[in-house]
């Protein structure tokens, strides 16, 4: 046990610091609980309670919720949390948490096996600091719960390779990833079919020595992608895309009207105006503003609550250290730099097929190859910088110093700032709202709720809390 913990010490503390920065004060930042998070609370609850969701159906595969379908995986392992711990903010962030811790050891493993030990214990270390993968282990995002999902069952699959018993419980993570987030649903069934073809031999041979290993694989993969696919096919899998889609109502109205002021003949604007052009242009558009440099590294994202405004998603300290990073990758032709950058470039597809692009949320499947290649850079730029005959720890503690003072200002402004100027962003005051109204009951005949900074009556039930059968029977 002292030679384990001697030999990876900077690992474990690592791991500290990455649950040390998702546990404190976990209840009060972000502010509130916003009306995603208020939602899979008390889907959850009813779930624990009465084994159906705020609208009656027993055991759902999609939760109705507002109207916007969410998917499963998250909301019954928050009712798993509420019945340790209770109806309580920590509860519903809880399986947030603990995947963004879990991002953390999983990409520390994933990047050993592919690279080195080095390589490994930097890129962790980012995605336990790192503004993209630090905001979105706070808040109770099935996103984040997916990615985790993802990243684990890569490196499993990786490590399955060599040890067969792994691939089962890898299909397995896969599978649940794409009953957690939307995102996934597009993102990793592509990357599969890159993982089969990248490592076609390996897989090969272990068929020939385990046909049994394999053909349970893969029914673990069809037992969830095929119902995935029928759900998708049907009214309530579709819902969600149908309001965030690129082709809406303000879609068609832009194309009728450039049809209408154009100045080639009706037949000719119908060929260059249309659905399949509009589509095909902002999809583009959408996937290269992933890359640009105000969403990874000086802006960030649009959305008040997956980013910081103002923030990049990734600290400036390493806007050298990717581009070296992504320069090593593209000369150094192995099978894992091409794994990493068709990971890369895959994982922007999901929300460039949304509006609002580039999105935090939508486009977490990225992570942690921003990460790891910010790590592979630095490690590319000390072996280049030998001949400066500047010592090689040196600049390991300028660089980490420099990370440091760059987290402690952004943790800064996340605690303090944050918190206080984008609170309306959490629908902070609903809770107080709702505190007010039950010592205030009996004093009224009718109590009239704000619906502008969200749905009210979820966090009512969440914070009364009302009991789901009698919310349900109640005319």
């Known amino acids: 046990m002292r030679d384990f913990l001697k030999k990876n010490s900077l690992f474990l503390l690592i791991v500290v610091l990455a649950i040390a920065l998702r546990f404190v004060i976990i209840e009060k930042v972000p502010p509130s609980l916003n009306w995603d998070e208020i939602s899979h609370g008390y889907n959850a609850y009813s779930i624990l309670k009465t084994g159906k969701d705020e609208w009656g159906v027993t055991l759902p595969a999609i939760f109705r919720a507002y109207g916007d379908y969410k998917l499963p995986v998250y909301i019954y392992l928050t009712a798993v949390s509420e019945l340790i711990f209770g109806l309580n903010v920590f509860s519903v962030r809880l399986p947030s948490i603990l995947a963004g811790i879990i991002t953390v050891i999983a990409t520390y493993l994933l990047v050993k096996k592919l690279f080195n030990g080095k390589v490994a214990l930097l890129s962790s270390f980012l ?24 990243v684990s069952g890569i490196y499993l699959f990786i490590l399955g390779l060599e040890k067969y018993k792994y691939l089962p419980i890898s299909a397995l993570l896969l599978g649940l990833s794409v009953w957690t987030y939307n ?35 893969l029914a673990l993969v069809a037992l969830f992608f095929i119902p995935m696919f029928l759900q998708l096919a049907s009214p309530s899998g579709r819902a969600r895309y149908g309001k965030v889609s690129i082709i809406d109502e303000g879609a068609v109205a832009q194309i009728n009207e450039k049809r209408a002021g154009s100045i080639y003949p009706p037949i000719l604007s119908r060929l260059t105006s249309n659905k399949g052009t509009f589509f095909v242009k902002a999809f583009v558009k959408n996937y290269l503003s992933h890359f640009s ?15 910081v405004p103002g923030r990049g998603l990734i600290y400036t300290i390493n806007i050298l250290f990717f581009l070296l990073g992504l320069y090593h990758l593209l000369t150094n032709r192995t099978r894992e730099s091409f794994l990493l950058l068709v990971w890369f470039l895959l994982s922007p597809i999901p929300s460039s097929l949304t509006r609002e692009a580039p999105h935090v949320l939508r486009a977490i499947t990225m992570l942690p190859i921003p990460m790891v290649v910010s790590a592979l850079g630095f490690f590319y730029f000390l072996e280049k910088t030998e001949r400066l005959k500047i010592s090689h720890k ?49 004093r009224y005949d009718k109590i009239i709720v704000t619906k502008k900074y969200g749905e009210p009556h979820e966090f009512f039930l969440f914070f009364w809390p009302w ?9």
């Open 127 to 150: 995605v336990a600091i790192e503004p993209w993968s630090f905001f979105l282990s706070r808040g109770a995002f099935e996103a984040n719960l997916a990615l985790a999902f993802i």
């Open 293 to 307: 440099f105000d969403f990874l590294f000086t802006k960030g994202g649009s959305h008040y609550q997956f980013s």
């Open 183 to 217: 995102s996934a649903r597009i993102f990793v069934p592509i990357f599969l079919i890159v993982l089969t073809a990248l490592y076609w031999q390996e897989l090969a041979k272990i068929w020939e020595r385990n046909k049994k290993l394999i053909t349970f694989s």
């Open 394 to 442: 040196t600049l390991t503690l300028v660089y980490l110093i420099l990370v440091i003072v760059f987290a402690g200002n952004y943790l800064k402004t996340y605690f303090s700032d944050y918190k206080q100027n984008y609170s309306w962003a959490w629908q902070y005051g609903y809770k107080e709202a709702v505190d007010y109204a039950k010592n205030n009951y009996s």
């Open 467 to 475: 009991e789901p059968e009698e919310f349900r029977e109640d005319p």
